[in-house]
């Protein structure tokens, strides 16, 4: 069975860091499409991050020189590094899987991240 768990959320305050890890398991996904999303209250779910299976990444504008987005084949383990985090940045963090993005098979069930100002 496939599985993809986040970890690493929690309160921080704004400026401060946060680092996020989506460990999979039940197959490997080195040759698949990594995302990160996030949906905050009352708002859609928004593409944040996404390691392509070439390695090639892309970041959403409004993280972009901020959060970098890695992963680790050997322990199957997606990562989100985040930094000079912002009020904005409260939601609920979601990390996906798929064949190409963004088609996404897979998703994570989520680890909620709360930047207070």
């Known amino acids: 069975q496939v599985q993809l768990v986040e970890s690493g959320g929690g309160l921080v305050q704004a400026g401060g860091s946060l680092r996020l890890s989506c460990a999979a398991s039940?197959?490997?996904?080195?040759?698949?499409?990594m995302g990160w999303f996030r949906q905050a209250p009352g708002k859609e779910r928004e593409f944040v991050a996404v390691?392509?299976?070439?390695?090639?990444?892309s970041y959403a504008d409004s993280v972009k020189g901020r959060f970098t987005i890695s992963r680790d084949n050997a322990k199957n383990t997606l990562y989100l590094q985040m930094n000079s985090l912002k009020s904005e940045d409260t939601a609920v963090y979601y990390c996906a899987a798929g064949p190409v993005h963004p088609r996404y098979t897979y998703w994570g069930p989520g680890t909620q991240v709360t930047v207070s100002s």
């Open positions: 039940g197959r490997t996904f080195n040759d698949y499409a």
């Open positions: 390691r392509r299976g070439n390695g090639a990444t």
